[in-house]
Structures are given as structure tokens and as C-alpha cells.
């Protein structure tokens, strides 16, 4: 199921707080960052804290521009983005003042919560999503029933935490704050628990006045049909390296990438790559790993086409390549037409062989975006 482009933003101390244990919040933030900040708002669909941040600070979470607001409008977008915040409990102060400004609310909570909410008076849509608040079904129900397709989280801790964890999270935008706090009690931006191993990829830094934005990117693809953030990244890796292609009328272009369990990138390759007239991508980027690397046991190739199930330019196809290399794991944006080979279906023959096949639909029309010329 598509889920929206969960981006975690986040200011933090250099001892890794988000605030103190003070009754006002702690700013971290400098102003010229605020304004960076309402300038992500302006840009996103929707806006979520825990119940938490609303319980401790309050917060409006406007845009604040009168001409970001303008330009929403005129977009043909609301004004404001939908807030949204989550509880279990449903204890939330009615008359706090995220409920009393801004555009639409939406409290995602459980049955019982939704119980207490309404006893309570809570000026939103409160929408029960059964005995526990299950994050996964929370996005789509965002995506699927509130259309929201970018979602900015704004804390707290407790829920950074569990959407880093549960690899929901495409991008965190993290602040560093030039200040301590140091106090064991105040709230940290990320807790204990099961991360997944390796490294983030850091895809910007910026100096605004004194603290420094930092962006990283999750990179360790899912499991089996576990689809986390980082394989869209990888899919979408793969799509744009299939606009290298060199054009070519008797077969497509197509981007692919190997990319080991700890989010590390093996090879990248794509079609007629190097000079080849008749090499696939994936041939092309299994080509560059040692067959005998014991990473490919656990990597998942990433396609922006279904690897081939059958050719004509070489004997063995795409995938068997992938099987013959121990890769168990293929994630694709779209299924082989009929244009060169009837009936192919690379899918069914690595999934006969044990293998995990993905299909992100939601990236099928960037994978065709270098074929057009091969329709009709
Ligand atoms: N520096 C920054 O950028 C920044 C930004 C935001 C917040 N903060 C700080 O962060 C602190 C608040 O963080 P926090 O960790 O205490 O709170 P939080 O993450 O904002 O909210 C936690 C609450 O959200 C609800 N929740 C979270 N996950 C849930 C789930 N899976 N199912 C159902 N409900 C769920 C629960 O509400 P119920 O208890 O109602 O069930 C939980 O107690 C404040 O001090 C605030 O100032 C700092």
C-alpha cells in the first residue's frame, strides 16, 4: 500500500535532548530556522505531533507567512496543512491550542481513546483505528483517506522513535542546536530500542545562523514483503538510472541497483551501460559485485523494470542472474509488458525459486518515463 513521504524534523541540544524539564519549552531553533521550518510546513500536507508535545508545549503549528498561506491557496491546496496528532489514552485537553487554530484536526487514537476524547470534548475528526494505534495503518489511512502524500512529524521523542524504528521514516531533518542540557530527565529525540543496523546516508548540511541542519536518508531495504522507506529510495535510485540508458528500439531502459542488508550500496548499473548494446541492468550491476561477496545472500536487487524472465540477446535472463548470484530479494516498479517478450514474468520465476518480489506500483510511471517511445 503507498504510505505518504514521512519526513521526521527534530532540533536537538549536542547532548541529544529535544527540550528541558522546565514549563516553558526550550528553544532550540534559531529564527532564521523557524522560518525554515514554517517554510517545510508551507510545503507538506500534513502535520503531526504525539500527544505528548501537545500535553508540553501547546503548540499552534501554523504557517506563519501570510505568503505561504497565499501560495497554498492558490495551488488550489487548504490554507493550512491538516494537523494531526496520536494518543492511545485519548487524554487531551480540549481547550489546548492545536484543536482552536489552523485548518482541519485529526486525532488518530484507539477505541477506547476515541471513547474518552469525545467525553472530553475534542474539537477534531477522531478516528479510531481499532484496540492499539498501529502506525503502519495510521499512514495509509492518512494517504488513503486524507490524501496526504507528504506528512512532516514534529515529535515528539516518543513517536520519532517508533517511526525510525519501525523504518516508516523517508528523511529525518535534524537541527543541532549549539546549546546543553543535561538533564537525565528531559525528553531525548531518540529512545532505546531495535534499530536497524548501519549507516543513514547524509544528503545535506546547511549553517543557518547558529545551529546546523543535517538531512539523512534511511538506507537499509525491508525483508521479505516488508517495505520500509529506504526501498523507496532504492527504487526510485533505480528509476532515475534508467534515464541513463542510451535510447534503443528493440529494448527498454532500465536502472538497477544491489544493495546489501546494512542499507550499503553493492553495484548500480543500466541498460547497454558501458558501450554493451545488449546488457540488462541488473547484469550490468551484478557484474561489478564478486560473486563471492556473502552479502548478496541477504541483498535486494532493486529494478525499475521486472527483471527478464527470458531474452534473446544472451542465454541467461535477468532472473536467473539474480538466483544464480544467491540475491533473494528483488523490489520493481512495474511488470514486463508484452512489448518484446509475451507473457514474460520474471516475478513468478524468482518467486518459484523462494525469491521475495515487491511491486511499488507507485513508481511504475517513472520506470516508463525513458520507454515512451516504445508504446503503441
Ligand atoms: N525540539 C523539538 O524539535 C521538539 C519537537 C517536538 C516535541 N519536542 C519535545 O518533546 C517532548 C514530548 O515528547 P514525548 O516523547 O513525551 O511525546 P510525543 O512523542 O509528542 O507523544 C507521545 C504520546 O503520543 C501518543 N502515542 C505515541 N505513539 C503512539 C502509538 N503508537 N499509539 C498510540 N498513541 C501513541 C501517546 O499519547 P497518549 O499518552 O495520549 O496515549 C504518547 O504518550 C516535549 O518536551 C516537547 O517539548 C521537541
Same mark, same amino acid.
Given at each position: 500500500? #503507498?504510505? #505518504?513521504?514521512?519526513?521526521?524534523? !527534530?532540533? %536537538?541540544?549536542?547532548?541529544?535532548?529535544?527540550?528541558?524539564?522546565?514549563?516553558?519549552?526550550?528553544?532550540?531553533?534559531?529564527?532564521?530556522?523557524?522560518?525554515?521550518?514554517?517554510?517545510? *510546513?508551507?510545503? %507538506?500536507? /500534513?502535520?503531526?505531533?504525539?500527544?505528548?508535545?501537545?500535553?508540553?508545549?501547546?503548540? &499552534?503549528?501554523?504557517?506563519?507567512?501570510?505568503?505561504? &498561506? !497565499? /501560495?497554498?491557496?492558490?495551488?488550489?491546496?487548504?490554507?493550512? #496543512?491538516?494537523?494531526?496528532?496520536?494518543?492511545?489514552?485519548?487524554?487531551?485537553?480540549?481547550?489546548?491550542?492545536?484543536?482552536?487554530?489552523? +485548518?482541519?484536526?485529526?486525532?488518530?487514537?484507539?477505541?477506547?481513546?476515541?471513547? *474518552?476524547?469525545?467525553?472530553?470534548?475534542?474539537?477534531?475528526?477522531?478516528?479510531?483505528? +481499532?484496540?492499539?494505534?498501529?502506525?503502519?495503518?495510521?499512514?495509509?489511512?492518512?494517504?488513503?483517506?486524507?490524501?496526504?502524500?507528504?506528512?512532516?512529524?514534529?515529535?515528539? +521523542?516518543?513517536?520519532? $522513535?517508533?517511526?525510525?524504528?519501525?523504518?516508516?521514516?523517508?528523511?529525518?531533518?535534524?537541527?543541532?542546536?549549539?546549546?546543553?542540557?543535561?538533564?537525565?530527565?528531559?525528553?531525548?529525540?531518540?529512545?532505546?530500542?531495535?534499530?536497524?543496523?548501519?549507516?543513514?546516508?547524509?544528503?545535506? $548540511?546547511?549553517?543557518?545562523?547558529? %545551529?546546523?541542519?543535517?538531512?539523512?536518508?534511511?538506507?537499509?531495504?525491508?525483508?521479505?514483503?516488508?517495505?520500509?522507506? /529506504?526501498?523507496?529510495?532504492?527504487?526510485?535510485? !533505480?528509476?532515475?538510472?534508467?534515464?541513463?540508458?542510451?535510447?534503443?528500439?528493440?529494448?527498454?531502459?532500465?536502472?538497477?541497483?544491489?544493495?546489501?542488508?546494512? =542499507?550499503?550500496?553493492?553495484?548500480? =548499473?543500466?541498460?547497454?551501460?558501458?558501450?554493451?548494446?545488449?546488457?540488462?541492468?541488473?547484469?550490468?550491476?551484478?557484474?561489478?559485485?564478486?560473486?563471492?561477496?556473502?552479502?548478496?545472500? $541477504?541483498?535486494?536487487?532493486?529494478?525499475?523494470?521486472? #527483471?527478464?524472465?527470458? *531474452?534473446?540477446? *544472451?542465454?541467461?535472463?535477468?532472473?536467473?542472474?539474480?538466483?544464480?548470484? +544467491?540475491?533473494?530479494?528483488?523490489?520493481?516498479?512495474?511488470?514486463?509488458?508484452?512489448?518484446?517478450?509475451? =507473457?514474460?514474468?520474471?516475478?513468478?520465476?524468482?518467486?518459484?525459486?523462494?525469491?521475495?518480489?515487491?511491486?511499488?506500483?507507485?513508481?511504475?510511471?517513472? /520506470?516508463?518515463?525513458?520507454?515512451?517511445?516504445?508504446?503503441?
Amino acid at each position: 500500500m #503507498p504510505l #505518504p513521504y514521512v519526513l521526521l524534523s !527534530a532540533a %536537538v541540544s549536542l547532548d541529544g535532548y529535544l527540550d528541558d524539564t522546565g514549563p516553558e519549552r526550550l528553544l532550540l531553533s534559531s529564527p532564521a530556522d523557524f522560518d525554515r521550518v514554517d517554510d517545510v *510546513r508551507a510545503s %507538506v500536507d /500534513a502535520i503531526l505531533v504525539g500527544a505528548g508535545t501537545i500535553r508540553a508545549d501547546d503548540p &499552534r503549528l501554523l504557517v506563519s507567512s501570510a505568503a505561504r &498561506r !497565499a /501560495a497554498r491557496t492558490a495551488a488550489g491546496k487548504a490554507e493550512y #496543512p491538516l494537523k494531526v496528532t496520536v494518543s492511545a489514552t485519548g487524554e487531551l485537553d480540549p481547550g489546548a491550542r492545536f484543536w482552536h487554530t489552523g +485548518g482541519e484536526k485529526v486525532l488518530l487514537t484507539t477505541d477506547e481513546g476515541a471513547r *474518552r476524547a469525545r467525553a472530553l470534548g475534542v474539537a477534531a475528526d477522531v478516528v479510531p483505528l +481499532g484496540a492499539v494505534l498501529d502506525w503502519r495503518a495510521a499512514l495509509e489511512y492518512l494517504h488513503d483517506r486524507r490524501g496526504v502524500r507528504r506528512l512532516m512529524v514534529e515529535g515528539g +521523542g516518543t513517536v520519532h $522513535t517508533q517511526l525510525l524504528q519501525q523504518e516508516l521514516a523517508d528523511e529525518l531533518q535534524l537541527v543541532l542546536a549549539p546549546l546543553l542540557v543535561g538533564d537525565p530527565d528531559a525528553p531525548r529525540l531518540f529512545g532505546p530500542g531495535a534499530y536497524r543496523r548501519g549507516r543513514l546516508r547524509l544528503v545535506e $548540511t546547511r549553517r543557518i545562523e547558529d %545551529v546546523v541542519l543535517t538531512r539523512y536518508l534511511p538506507t537499509a531495504p525491508g525483508t521479505g514483503d516488508r517495505v520500509t522507506a /529506504a526501498d523507496r529510495h532504492w527504487l526510485a535510485l !533505480a528509476c532515475e538510472l534508467a534515464e541513463l540508458c542510451p535510447p534503443s528500439r528493440t529494448a527498454f531502459s532500465v536502472g538497477a541497483v544491489v544493495v546489501a542488508a546494512d =542499507g550499503s550500496e553493492l553495484a548500480r =548499473g543500466y541498460s547497454r551501460e558501458g558501450g554493451d548494446a545488449v546488457v540488462h541492468a541488473e547484469e550490468a550491476a551484478l557484474a561489478k559485485v564478486d560473486p563471492a561477496d556473502a552479502r548478496l545472500a $541477504t541483498a535486494t536487487v532493486y529494478s525499475s523494470l521486472e #527483471p527478464c524472465a527470458r *531474452r534473446a540477446s *544472451r542465454p541467461a535472463p535477468c532472473a536467473s542472474l539474480i538466483l544464480d548470484a +544467491g540475491v533473494r530479494r528483488v523490489v520493481t516498479a512495474w511488470r514486463e509488458p508484452d512489448t518484446f517478450v509475451p =507473457g514474460a514474468d520474471g516475478s513468478g520465476v524468482l518467486a518459484a525459486q523462494g525469491a521475495a518480489v515487491v511491486v511499488l506500483p507507485e513508481y511504475e510511471e517513472r /520506470a516508463k518515463a525513458p520507454n515512451r517511445h516504445l508504446e503503441g
